[in-house]
């Protein structure tokens, strides 16, 4: 299916809700949404969820987050232990060149 044009003429963008009324749920929306001149076009590409399947969605996406977060904990802390381990290297280099 081919994105509809939106009132400025434009082919409008697909979006995706992430709202807790929403979770999940795709749209078609104005492609300048956000700037000046934006028509603010919106249509629902995607029907209502029940109550069970919105809570689902948004039990998982948090989840998702909770995971993104805790993981780019862990590649911080890996990054900080890699910096101190070259400084050390550089450290001992030069120790040693220097008693050369």
Not at 10 to 36: I, V
């Amino acid at each position: 299916m081919a994105a509809p044009f939106c009132h400025c003429g434009e082919p409008t963008d697909l979006k995706t809700s992430w709202t807790e009324a929403n979770p999940g749920r795709r749209f078609y929306g104005c492609s300048r949404y956000g700037t000046n001149g934006a028509c603010n076009y919106f249509r629902w590409l995607d029907p209502a969820l029940d109550e069970n399947m919105r809570n689902v969605l948004l039990n998982f996406h948090r989840r998702i987050r909770e995971l993104e977060k805790r993981q780019n904990k862990e590649v911080s802390k890996f990054g900080r232990k890699m910096v101190s381990f070259i400084i050390l290297g550089a450290i001992v280099f030069s120790l040693f060149w220097i008693g050369k």
